[in-house]
């Protein structure tokens, strides 16, 4: 394999396994500061209960996250020095805003959230909370800035081959970002919703009755049921909007070769880049015109217009594009019809009691679903940007480094070794924290019951 | 802009500045996190809790500085930035593991218990083991110019044994402000054997530096310079014997003067980072790169200078303020 592919590879690994995390804290850190203010509000003991048994799955997302975090920051330099000698000008200071405004703020705050509520006044605590809840979407709103940038750049001129800054808001506020930005922060809504409904499900099916679990797996419920056709909406604007910005993603991701109206939906097929066409098709009639038209006469911009006519191709790959969209689809429908299922579950029956265990192994199931749906998408967005690292400006090939490939591959294996390990160990640990803290909960219940009135449900 | 004249001039020169000074604070403030977790293996098992309670909650801000010190390196002097990784790419990359074990052992071993604890034990001993040890080598070939001889192997083998001894030195230094009774004597003990590997460390750089260009020789030992950098050794001497005195007196009664070894530790790291500093400048990459060649462009370094000095202050006060709401001896940490 040549350094390039293993570059690429290597940067796709630490990133993928370094987002599952973010996506993780983004809103948990909301959901969280959502527990302390209901505290707050009722002094009900069960909200700081969810309070502290969620704070340790943020402790340890979080931790995860920043050592993964700093491998990226080197991988630039290590891997990719080209990015920053030609567009430093403008990648440069928003990963300082980054570093700066949002990294600190969390980590100097998260040590008062994770181990202060003893330590210091409800007041403060309650304000590290928010603190770190803040300073973690800021984090994210500026990387998201950044990688809209690449995707969409504006505000930059070129002189002498390095992209100089022009107009900083229009860098901030370039087309692609209050999508991207949204579509994120959705996901990572999304990914929460799911992970405490399934651990709270998960504690459900082990025998735990507490009012404590009752509360998170409502609240997960209830959250994913809202947030789901939110992001279907914002998903497909997010579509529009890269179709006019970056015609050849669209055409990739729908697999469609031929500029023209009346494109089908492809369900499914094997793009086949060689021959430039599809096989094993199956498609609704106008279905993609229909979708990214909104007019079953909508023309869908096909793959033969974004090859030169001395054969270079310039759209990304197809195949890759394909399924990793679908995937991200097919992971949102399930969302829809599992969250929709049971939030009507708990309204039309006794509340929680009322969910069949069918349904809360739905639930188990569908514990990291947001992860899944969230790397596809990133994938397809990505991939989708090939071949070029910013779009029009720098090609990925020109930014690669010349350290030897079997360096790259080396350091590349002992990086999946230790991500295969922390992975591992990060969903058992999970779920043992959820045992013990059902048994735990159970223990105080049944001691507390003798001298407390149990209010009837 | 032209504040204080050409900013093609001052604004690299601040840049460098801002990034020693996130170096220097990497190194005080994670040296004692890393050399705790260096130290981890010579305490009992029920001192470990305390030990690891006494970095928890400030390892993850410490950390930072490293992203910043790596991150100016990066917006700041984009051209070094991959000029100096590329180079250091193995060892660069046995750090990240290193800090990714040893971060997340402080989660994981939190959680477990029994053998998968002293597991989680084990990667945060290693991996606080593998990330000093990538430390000091990058520190010994950096100085050696980036070069890849023998020599420089060796020299930076050299350094990254030093670097161990120091960082377990500052950490011991750090335990002694924040633990009492037995694990404090304990501390006070891997102190006094860890001073010497710290003096060596410092002797070996000081004496290989200038013998590493000519450039540097001219810089310490041609006249008027070498007298005006006379007080840099010889402070140093005066704290190395501050601190070894104050360890000799460890513990005193009502815990006085605790907290002179960790302070006369810093500031050793103090001088011995503007010797550095002094060494290296104007260069980024040693003799190959100055730091007005890889900077980047006026504009966009000013644009980050604002937030900066806007934010800086800021991250310093609310750092100072997680110490002292974690101030006095550690206590076992619970997420209530």
Redesign the interface.
């Known amino acids: 394999m040549d350094g390039l592919l293993l570059s690429r590879i290597q940067f796709g690994a630490n990133i993928s396994f370094h987002i599952l995390f973010p996506t993780i804290t983004i809103a948990l850190g909301w959901v969280l500061l959502f527990f302390r203010l209901r505290f707050n509000a009722t002094g009900d003991d069960r909200w700081m209960a969810a309070y502290h048994f969620w704070v340790k799955i943020f402790a340890l997302s979080f931790g995860l996250g920043v050592v993964s975090g700093i491998t990226m920051s080197f991988q630039f330099g290590t891997n990719w020095p080209g990015f920053m000698e030609k567009v430093g000008n403008v990648a440069g200071p928003l990963l300082a805003y980054e570093v700066l405004t949002a990294f600190f703020l969390e980590a100097a705050f998260l040590g008062i959230m994770l181990f202060g509520a003893k330590r210091v006044p409800g007041w403060l605590h309650t304000l590290a909370t928010f603190l770190v809840a803040f300073g973690t979407a800021l984090s994210a709103f500026w990387i998201l800035v950044l990688n809209s940038w690449m995707q969409t750049p504006a505000g930059y001129e070129i002189r002498d081959g390095v992209v100089h800054a022009t107009d900083w808001l229009e860098i901030l506020f370039n087309p692609s970002m209050p999508y991207r930005v949204m579509h994120m922060l959705l996901a990572s809504g999304l990914t929460v919703s799911f992970l405490i409904a399934g651990i709270s499900a998960y504690r459900r099916l082990i025998g735990d009755r507490s009012k404590g679990v009752r509360l998170t797996l409502q609240t997960g419920v209830y959250m994913a049921a809202v947030l789901i056709p939110v992001q279907i909406f914002v998903g497909d604007a997010h579509g529009l909007n890269t179709l006019e910005h970056q015609p050849q993603k669209i055409a990739a991701m729908e697999a469609n070769w031929n500029t023209g109206p009346n494109t089908p939906l492809i369900l499914f097929a094997i793009p086949d880049e060689k021959a430039q066409e599809n096989h094993f098709e199956i498609g609704i009639p106008d279905g993609a015109s229909l979708i990214l038209r909104h007019d079953p006469n909508g023309v869908v911009p096909g793959l033969k217009d974004f090859i030169a006519p001395d054969g270079t191709v310039e759209h990304p790959p197809v195949a890759p594009l394909f399924f990793s969209f679908r995937i991200m689809v097919g992971v949102g429908v399930l969302m829809l019809l599992v969250s929709w299922g049971a939030a009507y579950a708990i309204r039309r029956k006794r509340g929680v009691d009322g969910l069949n265990p069918w349904l809360l192994r739905g639930l188990v199931a569908m514990t990291f679903s947001g992860w899944i749906a969230t790397l596809a998408g990133w994938y397809t967005t990505e991939i989708g940007r090939q071949p070029w690292l910013v779009t029009g400006v720098l090609a990925t090939r020109d930014a690669v480094s010349d350290v030897p490939s079997g360096m790259v591959l080396s350091t590349l294996l002992a990086y999946l070794a230790v991500y295969a390990v922390l992975l591992t160990a990060y969903i058992t640990v999970i779920f043992r924290l959820a045992r013990k803290s059902s048994q735990t909960e159970e223990r105080v219940h049944s001691g507390a019951a003798q001298i407390e009135v149990i209010p009837a449900e | 802009m032209h504040l204080f004249g050409d900013p093609a001039v001052w604004l690299p020169l601040a840049f460098a500045g801002l990034m020693g000074l996130s170096i220097l604070i990497y190194v005080v403030l994670d040296g004692f996190d890393l050399g705790v977790g260096l130290l981890l293996p010579l305490a009992a098992d029920e001192e470990k809790d305390r030990m690891i309670s006494a970095v ?3 390892w ?2 410490n ?2 500085w ?3 010190a ?7 002097f ?2 070094a ?6 180079a250091l ?2 060892p ?2 046995l750090m ?2 290193g ?6 052992a ?3 071993r939190a ?2 218990e029994g053998k998968m604890k002293q597991r989680w034990n084990q990667a945060f001993f290693g991996g606080s083991l593998a990330a000093t040890l990538a430390q000091g080598y990058m520190l010994g070939v950096y100085i050696m110019g980036l070069k890849q001889q023998p020599i420089d192997i060796a020299f930076g083998l050299l350094t990254a044994v030093c670097l161990v001894a120091a960082y377990g030195f500052i950490g011991a230094n750090w335990l002694i402000i924040k633990t009492e009774d037995t694990l404090q004597l304990k501390a006070i003990r891997w102190a006094r054997t860890r001073l010497w590997g710290l003096v060596v460390g410092f002797a070996a750089i000081s004496l290989a530096t200038p013998f590493v260009s000519p450039r540097l020789f001219d810089k310490w030992f041609s006249f008027p310079e070498i007298i005006l950098l006379a007080p840099l050794p010889l402070m140093s001497a005066l704290l190395i014997f501050i601190v070894w005195t104050a360890l000799q007196h460890l513990p005193t009664r009502n815990d006085r003067w605790s907290w002179v070894p960790f302070v006369g530790t810093a500031a050793l790291f103090l001088l011995a980072f503007i010797g550095l500093a002094y060494s290296f400048y104007p260069y980024v990459v040693p003799d190959q790169l100055t730091i007005y060649d890889a900077a ?2 006026p ?2 370094l000013f ?2 200078l604002i ?2 000095v806007i ?2 202050p800021t ?1 310093l006060a ?2 100072v ?2 110490y002292v ?2 101030r006095g001896k550690a206590t076992d ?4």
């Open positions: 928890g909650p400030f993850d801000a950390e930072t490293l992203v910043l790596v991150g100016l390196l990066l917006v700041a984009p051209m930035h991959g000029v100096i990784l590329t790419y193995l660069a990359a990240l593991i800090l990714i074990l040893r971060g997340v402080f989660e994981f959680k477990t980047s462009a504009e966009s644009i980050m937030g900066a934010v800086l991250i609310y750092t303020l997680a709401v974690f940490l619970t997420y209530d």
